[in-house]
T-cell receptor, first 115, second 108 residues
């Protein structure tokens, strides 16, 4: 199993540009989430999905869109990049809710810089 | 609202010294608490969870509901323990809430 994969690893955008961060998992996990990691802020939840066709907002959803058309994929779209979105983005997945949810498997991260 | 507080951004200890990474939480129900670790240039991974009552890499953590704490402890720190540690809380079917993290630096 490849686990949770993310592409690209690094990206530089100009303000106003849009792009999609890709996330895929091959473990048949129902739950998938996107976090951003900023110095001194820890990990903050952007969006999450409890199954194909179902998404919900996390703590910091503004400026991001998600969709979950398949169990395997959970792309994160930046609509109009802003310097405040410079961060490291992590995708995570888990089997299900409750205790199972907590054992999340993380991707390697995407380091995004917006100039 | 759920909240996880890790009061120390950075903790430096000498090799062989005891380590305690503090974590406090606020949640009105019965929480499930976890510690995640991120070593340099690696992805986050689950270190341990309170429900398992296990010791991983010499680390233990006890849930104290009275003090709403879940401190991570190790009696003798090793250089390879240097990493970023995150305490996290789960309240059932909602995604994990993470603390801001503590960077542990073990000095040789």
């Amino acid at each position: 199993n490849a686990g949770v994969t993310q592409t690209p690893k690094f990206q530089v955008l100009k303000t106003g540009q849009s792009m999609t961060l890709q996330c895929a998992q091959d473990m048949n996990h129902e739950y998938m989430s996107w976090y951003r990691q900023d110095p001194g802020m820890g990990l903050r939840l952007i969006h999450y999905s409890v199954g194909a066709g179902i998404t919900d907002q996390g703590e910091v959803p503004n400026g991001y869109n998600v969709s979950r058309s398949t169990t395997e994929d959970f792309p994160l779209r930046l609509l109009s990049a802003a310097p405040s979105q410079t961060s490291v983005y992590f995708c995570a997945s888990s089997y299900g809710g409750g205790e199972l949810l907590a054992e999340q498997y993380f991707g390697p991260g995407t380091r995004l810089t917006v100039t | 609202a759920q909240r996880v507080t890790q009061p120390e951004k950075l903790l430096s200890v000498f090799k062989g010294a005891p380590v305690e990474l503090k974590c406090n939480y606020s949640y009105s129900g019965s929480p499930e608490l976890f510690w995640y670790v991120q070593y340099s240039r690696q992805r986050l991974q689950l270190l341990l969870r309170h429900i398992s009552r296990e010791s991983i890499k010499g680390f233990t953590a006890d849930l104290n509901k009275g003090e709403t704490s879940f401190h991570l402890k190790k009696p003798f720190a090793q250089e390879e323990d240097s990493a970023m540690y995150y305490c996290a809380l789960s309240s059932g079917n909602t995604p994990l809430v993470f603390g801001k993290g503590t960077r542990l630096s073990v000095i040789a």
